[in-house]
C-alpha cells in the first residue's frame, strides 16, 4: 500500500521505468524457439507421414496449414483436421509458402507500454514465424517502422535467422507509425501472407483488409499490456498516451472500470468478428503470457 | 476510565497517522497506456452518469486501523469505572395497610418509599436500587431517580406481605408500615408510621373485629354483628326482571329482600341504605350501630340504557353481561381509602355465605328484553356474588393497628460493586478480530 505524499516526479519517472519498449532474446528464449520450431517441423512430418505421394499434392512437401478459401484444390484440404476441429484448412505446400511472406511489426510508442513490454511479445512470435518460415524456404520480409519511416528487410536462407533475431533485438517501441502506416508499404503486395503483429490501436479492422484480395493467407495477432486489460487497478490514474503524449486522469476501478473493460471487449470482439469474416486466423493476448500461447493459436495448433 | 499505563496511549499518533495518511489527497499514479480513448470514453460515460467518487481509502484498511487502535488502547491497560458502588435489595410493603393515610395527605407506602430513598441517599450516596414487591415485577433505579410509586398505587394492592424473612441480610432494606416483631439481625428496615386507623377490620363468626385506638394505643374491640343475614334492597325504578332475579336471590341467600319506594325525591329506603359499616369516605365511622349487611340493587338516572339485554353497566363502569358477570374496572377505588375499608364477611357453618363490598348494584333502567333464564341467572348471580366477594383489599385489624414514629435504620451494608472493570482482554479480543477481519478483506 502506497500513501500519499513522496515525489510525484520520482514516481512518474519510477513508473516510466517499468515500461520496456526493447526487445532482447535470452539464451533461453532462444532455446524455447528452437523447441518450438522443432515441434512444430516433427508435427509437420507426422501429418504429411506417408500420404505424402497421394494427399500432399503430387509429392511436394507441405509445410503449413491456413483456412479453406473458395477455389482451392481439394485434395490439399487436411480431412483429418476437419474431422477434429470442424473448420476447413487447406495444407500449404513449400512451392506456395516459398513465394514470400511478410512479417509486419508493429514498433510504434504504444507497443513500449508495459513490462515486459507488448513489442516483446510481438516479437517472440515474429521470430517464430521467421524461423519457420526460413526453414520452409520461404522468402520472408520483416516490415517494422524506424524514426516514422517503413523500415522493410528480407530474409532469405535458413543461415540468417540469427541475423534476423539480431534485427529483431534492435527494435525499439517508438514513434507514431503503427501498423496503419506499415500496412501501405508496396513491398508488402509482392508477398502472399502476411503476418500482423501488434497492438492494432491505430488501425481499424477494415483497413488492414483493405487488400486482403492480393494476399492468400493472412495472420493477426494482437497484444495488450496487462494494465491494458483493466487488471490489478484501483484508486486513480494519470494516462499517457505514449504516441500523442495526451494525458487523462481517471478512476481506474468501480464503474468507470467496468466501463472501460466493457468498451475494451466490445472492441476485441469487432476484431474477432471482421477477422472471422475474412477467414483470418486472429488472436488477441496478454503481453506478459508465454510466446508460445500465441504462437499455437497464430499457427493453428489448437492446442500444445 | 482510567489507564494503569497512560504512556502507553502516546502510541495512539499510530494509528492516527496512519489514517491520516490514508485520507490525505493523493496524486494519482502516471502509466502509460495505448488505450486512452477507451478510458476516456469509459470516465466521460461514467461522469455523466453521476457515478464519479472521491477516492477513499480501501475497507481493509480501516478496520486494520480500528485493531490497532484498540490494541494501543489495550497497551494502556483501561479500566472502566463502575457506575454505583452498592446495590441495595429494598423489599416493598404493598398491602391495604400500607394504603391508609399517615395523617399529612400522603398514603404510609408513600411515606415509607420516600424516607427509604432519602436514607440511602444521605447515607450510601449514589447507589443502585433493586425495587421487589409482590405481584408486580422487580424494578431497578438509581438513588437519584423517583422510586416507581406512582406505579405501586395504580395497581391493585398485594394480598401477601414481602418474603422478608427469607432476606434478613446485609444490603436488605425492608419498607413497611412498623417494625417487625421478629428479631431482625442485617436487613435495613423503613418504617412508615403514622396513627392507627379506627374502623371496621374483619367480621368472624362471633362478630366484628373493630379498632378503636386510644390514649394506650387502641384495642381491638369485637361488636355483635349485625341481625340477620342481611339485606338486599331492590329500588322500584330496576328493571323487573331484575327485580324478579333479586328476589330469587335474596332467598337463596337468606338475604331479606325490601323494595325501596321510587318517589324520586332521592331520599327512598336504598338510596339512605348505604352500609354504615363501609369507610367509602375515608372519615372512620362515627359511634353508633353497625349497619346491616346491604346489596342494595338500584335504578339510576342518566345511567347507560340496556344495550340488548344481556349487559349491565353501573355508575362506576363495572359491566355484567350474561357470560361474564362481573368486573371491576383496573385500579377502581386503589389508594383510596374508603374503597379499602368497608369489607365484611356473614359466616355461616362451614363457609362464606355472604358478603357485602360496597353493596351497591347500580342498573340503568330500561327494557330487559327476555332472556334465556338460566344464562341470565347465572350471569347476574355472579353479578351479585361479585359484589359480596371477599376482597383482598380489606385492611385486617393489624393493618388498621400500625402506628408509631417513623423508622429508618440502615444495619449491615451489601458487598460493594467492583470498582472498575479490567478492558485489556476485551480490547484485545477486539484488536485480534479486527486483524483478522482486515486480513480477510485485504485477500
Redesign the interface.
Known sequence: ?K???GS?RA??DR??A??RGTVRFTPALRRRLEHFTARLELLRRRREGAGNATLGGGGQEWIDLRPYRAGDDLRDLDWALLARSDRPFVRVHEREAAERWAIVLDTSA????GAPG?LQAAAEVAAAWLAVGLRAGAEVELVWGEQERVRARRFVRRTELSEALETLESLVAEGALGVGGLLAEPRLFECGRHVVLG?L?DVEPERLFAHRHRVQDMVVGQW??P??WGSGL???????????G?E?????D????A??EA??AR?LERWRSVCGRHRVRYGCFDASAPFEDAAHELFGLGGR | MEFGFVSALVLVVVPLGLLA??F?????????????A??????R??TA?G???R?RP?LW?LVAVAGLFAWVVALAQPRALADDREEWLVLVDRRPRMLLPTGDGRTRLEAAVERAVELLRDERGGVRIRWSTPGLPDRVTRSSAPPPVREWLAAPPAARAPAFAAHDEPGALWVLAREPLEQVTDASVVTSGGPAVPGFAAAGADGWSWWEPGADGGALELRPAPEGAGTLVVDAAAPRVLRAFAEVYAGVRGLALVEAADDGTGDAEPRDAEPRNAEVRGAGLADGEPGAIRLVIEAVAGGAPLADGSRVETEDGAVATVSAAFALPPGRGAGRVGALAPRATATGADAVVLTVGDGRVRVAPGAWEPLDDASFAAALGALFDGVLAPDPRVVPAAGRADQGEPVARLRSLPDPLPVAFDLRTPLALVAAACFALAGVLRR
Not at chain 1, 487523462?248 to 481506474?252: A, F, H, I, S, V
Open positions: 500500500m500513501f500519499g505524499g510525484g514516481r512518474a513508473d516510466a517499468e515500461d504504444s507497443m513500449g507500454v507488448k497492438d490501436l495488450l499490456a494494465r491494458e484501483d484508486g486513480a490514474r494519470r494516462w499517457r498516451d505514449p504516441e500523442s495526451e487523462l486522469e481517471t478512476r481506474t468501480g464503474e468507470v472500470l466501463r472501460y468498451a475494451l472492441e | 495518511l490514508a490525505a489527497p493523493r496524486r494519482p499514479r502516471r502509466q502509460t497506456t495505448g488505450t486512452l477507451l478510458w476516456r470514453r469509459a470516465a460515460d461514467a452518469s457515478s464519479r467518487r477516492w480501501p484498511l
